[in-house]
Nanobody, 123 residues
Framework: QVTLVESGGGLVQAGGSRRLSCEAS????????MGWFRQAPGKEREFIAA????????FYAESVKGRFTIGRDNAKNTMYLQMNRLKPDDTAVYYC????????????????WGQGIQVTVSS
């Protein structure tokens, strides 16, 4: 069992940057591949990025590739999402996701979710 808590959301202007954090507790985070999803108003939840347990493998949705960077610090039980060159279309609730057995992806959501955090990009 693991509990995930996101932080770092808020309001940012288009073209700006924001870093989200996801802190895991209850079990060592390096036991879990992790990822980020987001859900915009009126849309389905979509995969953004994922990272392997060791952090050596990363995966991105095409919509954020080259702008967002996923990382993790297992010593701090924390995963990050550095978001650069933000666009109004990036406005959404961002969710941290983890699973014991597989890397989250567009087709496979992990078992554990954070509560979500709002990111709003103003034009």
């Amino acid at each position: 069992q693991v509990t995930l808590v996101e932080s770092g959301g808020g309001l940012v202007q288009a073209g700006g940057s924001r870093r989200l954090s996801c802190e895991a507790s209850g079990r060592s985070s390096d036991d879990y591949p992790m990822g980020w999803f987001r859900q915009a108003p009126g849309k389905e939840r979509e995969f953004i990025a994922a990272i392997s347990m060791s952090g050596t493998s990363t995966f991105y949705a095409e919509s954020v590739k080259g702008r967002f960077t996923i990382g993790r610090d297992n010593a701090k039980n924390t995963m990050y999402l550095q978001m650069n060159r933000l666009k109004p279309d990036d406005t959404a609730v961002y969710y941290c996701n983890a699973d014991r057995y597989f890397i989250p992806s567009a087709t496979s959501q992990g078992q554990y979710w954070g509560q979500g955090i709002q990111v709003t990009v103003s034009s």
